[in-house]
């Protein structure tokens, strides 16, 4: 319908009377069209006078990201004015090997001797370069051209003594290792060993040998070990550069012999450094139960005994610990060495004497390590079991004697070290707790597992 055909139907619409409201609403309609229809036939014209031309389509798009500051053209990464830094070396590293010099070390990198000789004079700390050993790893960073930038030695294990070339000059600091620590579980049955149940459990033999010095002196682990003990350990374990270097300290363990509870606690406070049952009593007690790490027992304590090889009735005033020729023997407690000699019955020899009336005799030694009026300390090696003497065989002869009466070593009761007292206990208290509740649960979820 065009606008002469909808302007009729307006007027035909006007005059019906029996619709005025109708009639006023198509009058506004009707306006509406016709001016809408003149508006659309003037741009009909417009068109037709430009030909060849097409209405323009706009199309909406959001604003580009401007570039970020110091860059151009809408480029990144490259600032204006500065090229792209140089992307830091890694650092090569070379183990020494047996007979090799730090000389020969910087010829095979390429580095002039006058380097090495700028470098050793520059510190009392770089002097100590030329004394090098088999398995050291010195670390180096060369520009592209190969000259040198930088070198590092582990100085120890938590530091590196990092030299520098700085434009003409030589700098030496001393750079912080990345080393941390956590706090690491382990538990375990004894089936057939010790040593089985702890290599089993993850434990290093370092840590087992740890384990069985904590409890030395109230366990007899040749003796008193039955199936069924069992252990529950709380250690450090040390990494370096996120790898792993050591096992650091037992903080807290559990041992259960036959059915006896053990605990033991680590606990440094002044001279107050050690392991300490939860009451604050020291697990050292002031002698060894046995002063040496025996494979058995081979002779008792024995008043009425048959000698081996005078062949007659003759006391044996000892024990004789049967150990392969060489093993090491400690001193049972602190003291002063009286005699330290050969004699044809007592070979190789050592007495020690120690407070309270206590002395304590060593004899069949291959050799001994100290001397007469020397002072020793608890564990420390005295000597190495051998078969000087009256011996069959290479064994440890150990006499106990207290006011010159011989006791037997295995039962004869030892004394004990003062117990942590006062603000010193109740310190150690505080630390303990932890670990004692730690270790229990460690203790539950053990017995539960077995029981499965």
Do not use: C
């Not at 700085?166 to 956590?182: K, Y």
């Not at 993850?202 to 010095?213: E, F, Q, Y």
């Amino acid at each position: 319908m065009g606008i002469q055909g909808l302007i009729i139907k307006i007027r035909q619409n006007l005059h019906d009377d029996h619709h005025w409201l109708t009639r006023r609403k198509l009058i506004v309609f009707g306006v509406t069209l016709i001016i809408s229809g003149i508006l659309l036939g003037l741009f009909e014209s417009i068109e037709k006078t430009v030909p060849g031309t097409s209405p323009e389509i706009i199309e909406l798009s959001l604003p580009e990201k401007p570039p970020a500051p110091g860059t151009q053209s809408g480029k990144t990464g490259d600032a204006v004015g500065f090229s792209s830094p140089d992307k830091i070396p890694e650092w090569e590293s070379v183990t020494v090997k047996s007979g090799q010099t730090l000389d020969a070390i910087f010829r095979q990198q390429g580095y002039p001797i006058s380097l090495l000789h700028a470098i050793i004079s520059l510190t009392g700390e770089t002097r100590g370069l030329k004394r090098i050993r088999p398995g050291d790893v010195f670390d180096f960073r060369s520009s592209p051209d190969g000259a040198f930038q930088s070198m590092r030695y582990a100085v120890d294990e938590s530091n590196y003594l990092v030299v520098r070339q700085e434009g003409s000059s030589l700098t030496v600091e001393t750079q912080p290792r990345d080393v941390f620590s956590e706090v690491s579980e382990a538990e375990g049955i004894i089936q057939s060993s010790l040593f089985t149940a702890g290599k089993k459990a993850g434990l290093s033999d370092a840590m087992v040998m740890n384990l069985a010095n904590i409890f030395g002196w109230d366990i007899d682990f040749v003796l008193d070990i039955r199936e069924g003990d069992r252990f529950m350990v709380v250690y450090e374990k040390f990494y370096r550069d996120g790898e792993f270097l050591r096992d650091g300290n037992i903080l807290a363990a559990t041992f259960i012999n036959q059915g006896e509870r053990f605990q033991a606690i680590y606990f440094e406070d002044g001279e107050n450094i050690g392991y300490f049952a939860p009451d604050g009593r020291n697990m050292r007690k002031a002698f060894l139960r046995a002063p040496l790490n025996f494979a058995y027992i081979s002779s008792g304590f024995n008043p009425k005994r048959m000698h081996p090889v005078l062949k007659r009735i003759r006391p044996h005033n000892g024990i004789d610990y049967y150990a392969p020729r060489g093993t090491p023997v400690y001193a049972a407690g602190e003291g002063t060495v009286t005699r330290s000699g050969y004699s044809a019955a007592n070979g190789n020899h050592v007495f020690i004497k120690h407070s309270n009336g206590v002395e304590t005799k060593y004899l069949h030694f291959t050799r001994t390590a100290v001397k007469k009026g020397q002072r020793v300390r608890q564990g420390q090696t005295i000597g190495y079991v051998g078969s000087t003497g009256l011996a069959t065989g290479p064994h440890l002869h150990y006499e106990f004697v207290v006011n010159g009466v011989h006791r037997n070593p295995r039962t004869v009761p030892l004394p004990k070290v003062e117990p942590l007292q006062g603000p010193v206990l109740t310190a150690f208290q505080s630390l303990a707790a932890p670990m004692l509740t730690q270790l229990s649960r460690m203790e539950s979820a053990s017995l539960y597992a077995s029981r499965k």
